[in-house]
């Protein structure tokens, strides 16, 4: 774990951020929104997060990744022409974007995959996925967990040789269900950046950092409630990461949270349930930062930092046995 976990001020480039993305809001509650309307505005807010003279020069191709009745689609990314060879050049990494499960899509986490990609140095499938309220759990899940076992036959047609999740928010969840549902397919490592984990409203994150910014406990709410859609889905470890049984080792994982996020403190849980479960696990708490840094890194050099925290933690985890390398840093 990085030694500065205390908690400092809100870095004032991101609370300004959040400002400026608040302004595109109606005069109610971002939750008491439509679906619709709340998704035109996260579409909206590329501009801020991922203006052109940001955009990383990576290679992008569009596909779909198919599925028994579906298609989901997907975006490679691939590192420019010319970067250095790194620990990460023979894994393909496949990323879930975050938006509670009901936003968000490949273009709102275009910037940060791209970004992702050129700095580990690895290819990346971004994934898109149902979405609620329209597709109710457990659809995004088994589109998760079905996208990542057919992202791994596609390693050799790509060049690549491991395979690696990462995700962020409801991402994260998903990244975790992913390859916690595919004990088989050897995954190499995690990333995970504040992933929902947990059903407990009423923690010291939650009761502490409710009112946001970023995200809101009666968000959050919302979000789990459009998930289930009217099921009882808090005892399914698909849905809840802290109900988890790990029958296997998990994967080496780099978990990154923030500390002005109500996510915070069940991040750290599914952390030590990792790490209970024999994973090695490095967690980077970004003290100045709130929920949603990852598509800060693009324009804020301050985010940037802690997202290449994890980056760093991450490619230690990808080093070859060989080299003695571990995960683990507390």
Known sequence: MNPNTDPSALDPTCRDMLIQVGRWAAAVPAHELTPQRQRQFMRDSIALYAPPEARVPVQRKDLSVPLPGRSLPARL?????GRPRSE???VLMVFFHGGGWVLGDLDTHDAA???LAQQLGCRLLSVEYRKAPEHPF???CDDAAQAYAWAATQLAAWGCRRL?????SAGGHLAAHAMHANPDLATAAALLFYPVADVNFDNASYTGRGDGPGLTRAGML???QQLAGGAAITDDAR???MRQRWQTRPPSTVVALAWHDPLHDEGLAYADLLRTAGADVHVHVASDMPHGFLRHAGVNPVARAHVDAAIGALL???RPAADGAACESV
Do not use: I, S
């Open 77 to 81: 990314y691939r590192p420019a022409a």
């Open 88 to 90: 990460a050049d023979d």
């Open 113 to 115: 995959c791209a970004y």
């Open 138 to 140: 457990p659809a995004p």
């Open 164 to 168: 690696a999740v990462a995700g962020d």
């Open 222 to 224: 919302a979000f789990w």
């Open 239 to 241: 849905a809840v990461l």
């Open 316 to 318: 230690v985890c990808l």
